[in-house]
């Protein structure tokens, strides 16, 4: 009978816990017997090892102590995320579920604190034993760690509010969460101990950015092989802005027990912030939460002088035509199929007062001196010559497995002698010259990342003849019943002085874990005018559910056969490369058809209403259908769904309408040219449009109507994205 009792008390404290926590996520009461260790989470969610701030003694032989205490900005205000480890010296059970923790703020605000997924059913403490217990929550932006306080409570009937607080940890003023230069922080993956280090950094510069590599080093001081899980990646500056990392070799990365790996962190930081302070920070998301979760921050060690590196030195060489200057701008390792392509970038001068022919070149790479890689030579500016004081450049590109390491790439830069040979390097007959050494560029691999545009940059490319910029505008989910598809826009400039083709690009997306994606990007057949605008829609489709987390997008000057890809050329490389962190998703559905972006227009629909005859459903609206920005696109396979859904779903209809034709003029002859035949909104403003749908059954439901809701998608290849979704009564008229 106690037994029973203390069983009912249990239950009864653990339905009282649930109802103060405020909405907390108190641990789930455990069965006798259950032993307390849970079901495992979907995705074990990491934890570093942030020093310990304090401990509250519980009972005579419990303990509770907090560690692992991190923040971090999110959009809105930042996440706490905290372990509190109990320690159980007793001779019997010590109960979790009769505990709680509370966070506060000095000034007294409350925060409601949520047990981690992973962590839910541990409700149980076995006698000489310990558990860790992980622990969230959300404040708002102006919240410091040094503002915290933890209470730790004991629900007890015989209080006011059914809790005692049994003690209180607060934050220290010196508290730090950043490891230090030099020194290791574990990192707990997947509940097997990591120690995880900053080994070097190395910073290179252009005009816009820093382009920092960071070399972290991870080792595997447990027992068993840990994957490890896919992390973000980014620098904090001093300034207190977040950069994103790109994370070479971490896709299905695997440490084996007492073994080590390195990974190479690259990105960009504009030239406008210090370069002082940074930090790396690690963060995961953890997608049931909806939240990015900080797992560790490292202070990074003093700059690295790269061991060799060519880039940016020029080189002087001589030919029976004259005196010519070399430069190695950059030399980069980008995806291509199954394989992974090198490509540098020389810049080739003439620094005479006369004109200079273009010498025959050619060249190789070498791999850590032992490797040869065949190069083909790519001339992507428009010139025949090189004229005094100009310039031009050239792109020498080779292929290696995706999987290839190596450390140093030499390219041996030659020139053909004798025989044929115009240094087009665009094939042609039977080549029976011979070739001579001219110079060798050395180049590290540390630094041979693509250069990485933040959210909301411009890229511009300067080939002589072809000079434009790219911009990516915005990021789409269209969602399917077993599939999603991924499309962002993608603005591209003409920034020459007379019309151009729109240049043929290699596009794809690379996943957060290193998976490459090749995108669609539809022909745009017009050209450009001078300073016009062209908008690519890039999209590739993926499984239900894909997170674009650490999405990026690549692109590159598409290559067949050593020249420039035109017309209906197929791709065999590429050059020029660039890659953008792609902006996060507006996911505002709005409450009135109003202002909606539909691809290149904006469409606001007004005094909607539906009728009803012995023939069917009738929809009219007036709306406004404008073009927010004057470019050449492609619309194939876009569609404006309009649709009509009942909320007690006795009804339901829709109207597809095709993007491609909203600028079509208007060819049906009738009393009324505002108004068609065909279903198909136009440019323009229009009053009382009308969209029929033939039911003859919809008379017999009328009277059981009462409202539904007006929604507006934009759908590609047959899914969708809402854009609005209206509630109207029927046959009512709205503003």
């Known amino acids: 009978m106690n037994i029973r009792r203390k069983r009912n008390q249990r239950a009864s404290l653990w339905l009282l816990a649930s109802t103060l926590a405020l909405g907390s996520a108190v641990p789930a009461y455990a069965a006798d017997g259950s032993g307390g260790t849970g079901a495992p989470s979907a995705a074990v969610l990491s934890t570093g090892t942030a020093p310990a701030?304090?401990?509250?003694?519980?009972?005579?032989?419990?303990?509770?102590?907090?560690?692992?205490?991190?923040?971090?900005?999110?959009?809105?205000?930042?996440?706490?995320?905290f372990t509190l480890t109990v320690n159980n010296n007793g001779t019997s059970d010590l109960q979790f579920i009769?505990?709680?923790?509370?966070?506060?703020?000095?000034?007294?605000?409350?925060?409601?604190?949520?047990?981690?997924?992973?962590?839910?059913?541990?409700?149980?403490?076995?006698?000489?034993?310990?558990?860790?217990i992980g622990f969230y929550a959300t404040v708002n932006q102006a919240t410091e760690l040094k503002d915290?306080?933890?209470?730790?409570?004991?629900?007890?009937?015989?209080?006011?509010?059914?809790?005692?607080?049994?003690?209180?940890?607060?934050?220290?003023?010196?508290?730090?969460?950043?490891?230090?230069?030099?020194?290791?922080?574990?990192?707990?993956?997947?509940?097997?101990?990591?120690?995880?280090?900053?080994?070097?950094?190395?910073?290179?510069?252009?005009?816009?950015?820093?382009?920092?590599?960071?070399?972290?080093?991870?080792?595997n001081t447990g027992s068993r092989s840990v994957t490890v899980p896919t992390y973000q990646y980014m620098i904090r500056t001093a300034e207190g802005y977040m950069y994103p990392l790109n994370a070479k070799g971490a896709k299905e990365l695997t440490i084996n027990p007492q073994t080590d790996k390195s990974l190479e962190l690259t990105g960009s930081v504009p030239v406008s912030l210090k370069v002082e302070g940074w930090q790396l920070v690690i963060v995961q998301h953890a997608a049931d939460l909806k939240l990015n979760l900080p797992v560790a921050f490292f202070a990074l060690p003093p700059i690295s002088e790269p061991d060799s590196v060519g880039t940016g030195q020029t080189y002087d060489f001589t030919n029976k035509d004259g005196?010519?200057?070399?430069?190695?701008?950059?030399?980069?390792?980008?995806?291509?199929?199954?394989?992974?392509?090198?490509?540098?970038?020389?810049?080739?001068?003439?620094?005479?007062?006369?004109?200079?022919?273009?010498?025959?070149?050619?060249?190789?790479?070498?791999?850590?001196?032992?490797?040869?890689?065949?190069?083909?030579?790519?001339?992507?500016?428009?010139?025949?010559?090189?004229?005094a004081g100009?310039?031009?450049?050239?792109?020498?590109?080779?292929?290696?497995?995706?999987?290839?390491?190596?450390?140093?790439?030499?390219?041996?830069?030659?020139e053909k002698t004798g025989g044929t040979g115009d240094g087009s390097g665009t094939g042609g007959s039977t080549d029976t010259s011979t070739t001579e050494d001219l110079l060798e560029f050395v180049h590290s691999s540390e630094l041979m990342s693509i250069p990485l545009n933040n959210v909301g940059d411009t890229y511009m490319v300067t080939s002589v003849g072809r000079s434009s910029s790219y911009k990516v505008r915005n990021l789409t989910t269209y969602s399917g019943d077993t599939s999603d598809t991924i499309a962002v826009q993608l603005e591209a400039v003409n920034l020459e002085k007379r019309s151009n083709d729109m240049p043929k690009l290699v596009t794809s997306f690379r996943a957060a874990d290193g998976s490459v994606l090749p995108a669609a990007n539809p022909e745009i057949k017009s050209k450009i005018t001078p300073g016009g605008t062209a908008l690519l829609f890039?999209?590739?489709?993926?499984?239900?559910?894909?997170?674009?987390?650490?999405?990026?997008?690549?692109?590159?000057d598409a290559i067949t056969q050593d020249k420039l890809s035109e017309g209906k050329d197929e791709p065999d490389a590429y050059v020029n490369a660039a890659s953008f962190w792609l902006p996060a998703e507006n996911?505002?559905?709005?409450?009135?058809?109003?202002?909606?972006?539909?691809?290149?227009?904006?469409?606001?629909?007004?005094?909607?209403?539906?009728?009803?005859?012995?023939?069917?459903?009738?929809?009219?609206?007036?709306?406004?259908?404008?073009?927010?920005?004057?470019?050449?696109?492609n619309l194939e396979g876009r569609k404006l769904t309009i649709a009509v859904e009942d909320r007690e779903d006795r009804v339901k209809f829709s109207w597809d309408m095709d993007l491609s034709k909203f600028e079509e003029q208007n060819t049906e002859n009738g009393t009324d040219p505002l108004q068609n035949q065909t279903g198909q909104i136009k440019l323009g403003k229009k009053e009382k449009f009308k969209l029929s749908k033939d039911n003859r059954e919809f008379m017999y439901m009328v009277r059981f109507l009462k409202d539904y809701d007006l929604k507006v998608y934009e759908t590609f290849n047959g899914q969708k994205k809402l854009l609005a979704s209206q509630q109207i009564s029927w046959f009512e008229t709205t503003d």
């Open 390 to 414: 100009g310039s031009l450049q050239y792109q020498f590109i080779g292929k290696i497995p995706y999987t290839y390491e190596f450390a140093k790439a030499k390219l041996v830069l030659q």
């Open 148 to 219: 915290l306080i933890f209470d730790v409570i004991k629900w007890d009937f015989t209080q006011a509010n059914f809790e005692r607080t049994i003690g209180q940890i607060p934050v220290p003023d010196t508290y730090s969460i950043v490891t230090a230069p030099g020194s290791s922080q574990t990192i707990s993956m997947n509940d097997n101990p990591v120690s995880t280090t900053v080994e070097k950094v190395y910073v290179g510069k252009n005009e816009k950015n820093y382009t920092p590599t960071i070399k972290l080093k991870m080792a």
């Open 587 to 633: 996911q505002e559905v709005k409450s009135k058809a109003q202002d909606m972006e539909v691809g290149p227009y904006k469409l606001s629909m007004s005094k909607i209403h539906t009728r009803g005859d012995e023939t069917g459903i009738q929809l009219y609206f007036d709306y406004e259908l404008t073009k927010s920005l004057l470019s050449e696109t």
């Open 53 to 81: 701030i304090g401990q509250v003694a519980v009972t005579p032989t419990g303990t509770f102590e907090l560690k692992n205490l991190y923040m971090m900005p999110e959009q809105g205000g930042k996440t706490v995320i």
């Open 538 to 556: 890039l999209t590739t489709p993926v499984k239900k559910g894909f997170s674009v987390e650490g999405l990026q997008l690549l692109i590159g």
């Open 98 to 132: 009769d505990y709680w923790v509370r966070l506060r703020t000095k000034s007294g605000n409350q925060i409601t604190v949520k047990v981690l997924p992973q962590d839910k059913e541990k409700n149980r403490v076995t006698p000489k034993s310990s558990q860790d």
């Open 323 to 387: 005196s010519y200057t070399a430069e190695l701008n950059s030399v980069y390792r980008t995806p291509w199929e199954d394989q992974d392509i090198l490509a540098a970038t020389l810049t080739l001068g003439n620094k005479g007062s006369e004109s200079l022919p273009l010498p025959a070149l050619t060249g190789y790479f070498m791999l850590d001196d032992n490797i040869k890689v065949e190069a083909k030579l790519i001339r992507t500016d428009k010139v025949i010559g090189l004229s």
